[in-house]
């Protein structure tokens, strides 16, 4: 099973002849606690041709990032996990066969009301002791079998614990001369009851991860000669047409070909209010159709459609691990060790204030009560498990969050810098004026613009274009086009005029541009529109304005954003009048709004700031603001470059009041962030309070733990730190 993700504990390096590193996906059955997680990683490194590992113990999955032939890769990382202990597979329906190996609440039960029968006789029958070792061998050999295995090979898990806390059980019955074997079998019994419970709190925190999944149908209905014919989704291919009813979810991305209805688009952007559909509008796998039959012919499907790159980026970011968790790694790598150590020391502490007539189990016993109330399984669930529910909340609200350590950033950021065009307005600019000098009729320099924007992407370009194309002009491409940066551009057309479009100044530096155009420029740029300059052959030709208006949820992000404490800048490209209006409109103070600069020098200010000591967020559309953000301490890129936005930014807002969604972006980071710390605070926590305890000091006031009672304390704690980040579920309602 080939999952293509990337982690940021996998590093991707090509080899020398090119080749690009695959990752394989392979399930993993038995593991426990942090313990586990290091004692696989450490055999996978091992392996030739393994470049990295992540293992993630509540997905109970490794990611291998690879090079070389896949067949030859898998096999050694399988025996290589084997080896370790456990047990490997690649098959989708064995994912869930580590829930259904576990024993059912019955054999739990028989275990347990078979221990209670050994408490009815001071010397148990010989049938009795009989059942009791059969029990214990069949119910606990697995048990038995990873713990001893991965003891004898130095790198002792959770289940080493427990065996020899089970071992410990049997000789303290064996020396106490009664119930025999029924504390052991108690042990045993809670501690499957235990692992029961915490697999059944898992697999909900699972179901909760992979909801996302489900949402895509798994069949369409293909029109083809005017008959349809429902085929698996996997066999649409581009160009077919589809039939998508009443309430169903639209299997792939495509445009509406016939039919008007509204679609449900809230697992895409967050909200909940239904959009109104008609011909020749796209739409998007995933979504639902509320109203009536749509025809769509398929334009995406597969890994290419919107929905899929959504799911993709979820799972990466909840299989990556954050920066605190190499805290819990190290701490877990020496644990078992210490927990060992300390039951061994318990009982020989024990040992030395025991006299001929007191009971010489009472060592044993705290010793073992010691290794089973230890539990490194919590110390491993803290951070995987709050940061698969703060990625899957934040994608429930249009969010997406690339990777972990993007969560622990959002805490720590004091600054956001807003680029303008496409991020705080519409980015879908109009042509407002168009004011040729007295030689020049509108239609001509309309001409010239088109002709020589018709090769960019630009939302400006466009606009000129469309503007042409309203006046029923025919465009021309030019023989060649040089673009420079937040200055304008430089084309030749086909009929040899070599047309300039960009700023007053850059344009003055090549031509004289009359005293009154200056002055009617100043008007429009007063009035918050962009000023274009056009001038052909070195000559001056006239001026384009576009207006621009800003998103409807614009000034209400900023001012909650201030709010919060946290200071807003405007970076652009736009003349200052125009930034200075804009400001003024949405609430950012003039003196940070900084205007008429390129893509380095928006870059540039990044640093300055940093330099400063600011942790600044960097919020664009990913194109012309690539460098600023890879450069900020936080990237984030509105929605509507998407393929551009995954390249450069770590978050990407969805939602359709993309904006707003900053302010539950911040929240839902710092609550998962507290998350991270509550789960390791209790894990941490819970085995400095109880250990202690275990190991008996509290005797002298007659308070005393028994090994079957710590066995569920265990359990108990671990169950614990999942709930909590399931907690997080909740934000939704908050952050709304």
Known sequence: MLDTVNTSDIKLVAKSDGQLPQILSIGIQGMRCAGCVAVIEDHLKQCPDILGVSVNLLQQKAWITYQGDRGMVQDRAMSAIREAGFHPHISETAEKGEAQALPQPLVIGWIICLALAGHLHHSPPVGYITIAMLTLGWAGWQIWMDGMKTLCQGHPTMNSLVSLSMLGSCGNSLLSGHTFLSETLFLLGFILLGQWLLERTKDRARQEMTSLLHLQPQFARRVAQGQTSLIPVEALEIGDQILVLQGEAIPADGTILYGTSEVNEAMLTGESQPVLKTAGMQVWGATINLINPLTIEVQKVGADTVWA????????????????????????????????????????????????????????????????????????????????????????????????????????????????????????????????????????????????????????????????????????????????????????????????????????????????????????????????????????????????????????????????????????????????????????????????????????????????????????????????????????????????????????????????????????????????????????????????????????????????????????SSIAVVLNSLSLTKIYKSSS
């Open 309 to 716: 790159k959504i799911v993709h980026l979820v799972e990466q970011a909840q299989v990556s691990k954050a920066p605190i968790q190499k805290l819990a790694d190290r701490v877990s790598a020496y644990f078992v060790w210490g927990v060992l150590s300390i039951a061994t020391l318990t009982c020989f502490i024990w040992c030395q204030g025991m006299t001929g007539e007191q009971d010489w189990t009472m060592p044993l016993r705290m010793g073992t009560t010691v290794l089973v109330i230890a539990c490194p399984c919590a110390l491993g669930l803290a951070t995987p498990t709050a940061v698969a529910m703060g990625t899957h909340v934040a994608a429930q609200q249009g969010i997406l969050i690339k990777s972990a350590p993007v969560l622990e950033k959002i805490s720590c950021i004091d600054t956001i810098v807003f680029d303008k065009t496409g991020t705080l307005t519409l980015g879908q600019p109009t042509v407002s004026d168009i004011l040729p000098v007295p030689e020049t009729t509108i239609e001509q320099l309309l001409q010239w613009a088109g002709s020589a924007e018709s090769e960019s992407n630009h939302p400006v370009a466009t606009a000129i274009r469309q503007s042409a194309l309203n006046h029923s002009l025919v465009l021309s491409l030019p023989r060649s086009t040089v673009y420079h940066p937040s200055l304008g551009i430089v084309a030749e057309l086909s009929s040899g005029e070599r047309i300039h479009i960009g700023k007053t100044s850059w344009i003055e530096s090549f031509c004289i541009v009359p005293d009154h155009a200056v002055q009617r420029a100043e008007n429009l740029w007063q009035m918050g529109k962009i000023v274009l300059f056009v001038a052909v052959d070195g000559k001056f030709q006239g001026i384009i304005a576009l207006n621009d208006i800003p998103k409807p949820d614009a000034q209400r992000a900023i001012h909650h954003l201030h709010n919060l404490g946290i200071p807003v800048w405007l970076l652009t490209g736009d003349h200052v009048h125009t930034a200075n209006y804009l400001g003024k409109e949405l609430g950012i103070p003039t003196d940070r709004i900084i205007a008429e600069v390129n893509p380095i020098q928006k870059a540039e200010f990044i640093q300055k700031l940093q330099r400063s000591g600011h942790k600044v967020a960097m919020v664009g559309d990913g194109i012309n603001d690539a460098p600023a953000l890879v450069g900020a301490n936080l990237s984030i890129a509105v929605g509507s470059g998407l393929d551009v936005a995954m390249e450069s930014a770590e978050i990407i807002l969805l939602a359709k009041q993309e904006l707003s969604a900053l302010t539950k972006l911040i929240h839902i980071g710092k609550t998962t962030l507290e998350k991270i710390y509550q789960n390791l605070a209790w894990a941490f926590g819970y085995n400095l309070v109880t250990v202690p305890i275990a190991a008996g000091i509290l005797t002298p006031w007659h308070i005393t733990l028994t090994p079957a009672i710590a066995s569920l304390a265990m359990a108990f």
